[in-house]
């Protein structure tokens, strides 16, 4: 990788500072829209997407199922991530002592994706008198100097909240969440879309490939290709999807998005997937998934620490399959009497929200 210098790290600050401006142009109203709310108890989950990744929609709406199912003295309310900024003033009118502020998980807790980064310590800042939970998140900077002082600037703005919990997801995470966040409350459980069960009992057909083709992809592209070129020798169907589409998502159309690759996923005899949310699409659709790590821990740490007891899942690192005698064994192994798998229930991994915030 080249090495990056201090005028680097200012083009790159510069790139995110301008789309952190375009937050704020987004048009105001002059009425509160959140002022129905004031009365209420809450539970408002801040910087949720409006992407088309489903991963992160996923997270989303089982994040409301969540609130739903066990706050159920409080209201939810939803406010995405381009609203956060711009209606911040408008929401600290109508909060009270007793409400709660949930702050949207996945994997973005790091310079990656440092836009979302951005948001999250702005609401850390801006929110300090109310119980603030960071929902199960993958923390992952970079070792360079864009990653290291960006590092630096969390660990500050974290610190200085004393009504701040943070969820990590897997195991590496929550070891640097308790290295770094020394002064917080630290909880591990699982992603939180293994909160779900979206198990539907229907014929299955061939096989799903979801492979990534962005920054986060590992898996090497000739393993692909060999991947590929058995599976269209003993399976008559393959389909190729993807957990990202090219469209705008919001909460009124959420679920049916969700849906139709659930369905898809719930009617294939196997998914092979380099995605986080593939594996966990597989593990609460109760599908045979082979499953490839990405280029950080988030996947393999997930795996080792909640999956690896369930038997149609299976992950596998590039170098681990040297033949096709070796992926054929495998996809077996997954494939025969898949439906006498059961997945395990994961929701009493998630108590440890429920008493934090009680």
Avoid at 97 to 119: F, K, T
Avoid at 285 to 306: L, Q, R
């Amino acid at each position: 990788m080249k090495s990056q210098t201090s005028f680097d790290y200012f083009k790159f600050k510069l790139k995110y500072f301008l789309k952190y401006l375009l937050l704020n142009r987004i048009k105001k109203t002059r009425t509160n829209e959140y002022i129905q709310f004031k009365d209420t108890r809450k539970f408002i989950v801040m910087q949720t997407p409006t992407h088309g990744n489903l991963g992160d929609q996923a997270i989303a709406y089982a994040q409301k199922e969540f609130v739903k199912d066990n706050f159920k003295d409080y209201k939810y309310v939803e406010i995405p991530l381009e609203k956060v900024t711009a209606d911040y003033k408008k929401i600290k009118k109508v909060l009270t002592e007793e409400d709660i502020i949930g702050i949207h998980g996945g994997g973005n807790m790091g310079d990656m994706y440092l836009l979302e980064e951005y948001i999250r310590r702005f609401i850390i800042k801006k929110f300090k008198d109310n119980l603030i939970i960071s929902f199960p998140q993958t923390l992952s900077f970079s070792n360079t100097i864009i990653g290291q002082k960006e590092l630096k600037k969390t660990v500050k703005t974290y610190n200085k909240n004393s009504n701040l919990i943070i969820v990590a997801r897997e195991l590496q995470s929550y070891n640097l969440m308790k290295k770094y966040f020394v002064s917080k409350k630290v909880i591990h459980t699982p992603d939180i879309v293994l909160y779900l069960n979206q198990y539907q009992i229907k014929a299955r057909k061939g096989v799903i490939t979801c492979f990534r083709s962005d920054q986060e992809k590992s898996i090497d592209d000739s393993l692909k290709e060999r991947l590929i070129d058995y599976l269209s020798k003993n399976f008559k169907d393959i389909y190729h999807t993807d957990t990202v589409v090219k469209r705008k998502i919001y909460p009124e159309n959420r679920l049916k998005e969700l849906k139709k690759i659930w369905s898809e996923f719930s009617s294939a005899e196997l998914v092979i997937t380099d995605r986080l949310h593939g594996m966990i699409f597989c593990v609460i659709t109760n599908t045979p998934c082979i499953v490839f790590g990405n280029f950080n821990h988030k996947i393999e740490s997930t795996y080792n620490k909640w999956l690896k007891n369930i038997k149609f899942i299976a992950f596998v690192k590039n170098n681990e399959i040297k033949d096709e005698n070796e992926f054929k064994t495998l996809v077996g192994n997954l494939v025969k009497n898949s439906q006498e798998f059961q997945r395990h229930d994961m929701t009493q991994h998630y108590h440890k929200i429920i008493e934090s915030l009680s």
